[in-house]
């Protein structure tokens, strides 16, 4: 079983930014990608930000929509994975929750909520 757990979530101007931060516990290894989704009010969860770990390659994938703008990264020990957000706009309101994926199992946690409001 791995648990995750988010920080960093709040409310900002457009233009502003944030970081978000997602730990794993319990079973970590062979934890094989952990990234970001997020869910707007009334649609659909989607994909922000992903990353392989290091034999992979630490492979990123990125929405269309915050190429240029977020960055994922994760930490030496690879159990914590970050996401820069930068230049914020009002769509990219929403609740942000991490995932992990390992063998055949994906988890996710409680989700942080992020407002990009004037």
């Known amino acids: 079983q791995v648990k995750l757990v988010e920080s960093g979530g709040g409310m900002v101007q457009p233009g502003g930014s944030l970081r978000l931060s997602c730990t794993a516990s319990?079973?970590?290894?062979?934890?094989?990608?952990m990234g970001w989704y997020r869910q707007a009010p009334g649609k659909q969860r989607e994909l922000v930000a992903t990353?392989?770990?290091?034999?992979?390659?630490?492979?990123?994938n990125y929405a269309d929509s915050v190429k240029g703008r977020f960055t994922i990264s994760r930490d030496g020990t690879e159990n914590t994975v970050h996401l820069q957000m930068n230049n914020l706009k009002p769509e990219d309101t929403g609740v942000y929750f991490c995932?992990?994926?390992?063998?055949?199992?994906?988890?996710w946690g409680q989700g942080t909520q992020v407002t990009v409001s004037p």
């Open positions: 319990g079973n970590i290894l062979s934890i094989y990608r």
């Open positions: 990353m392989t770990d290091d034999s992979d390659g630490g492979r990123t």
């Open positions: 995932n992990a994926e390992r063998f055949i199992n994906t988890y």
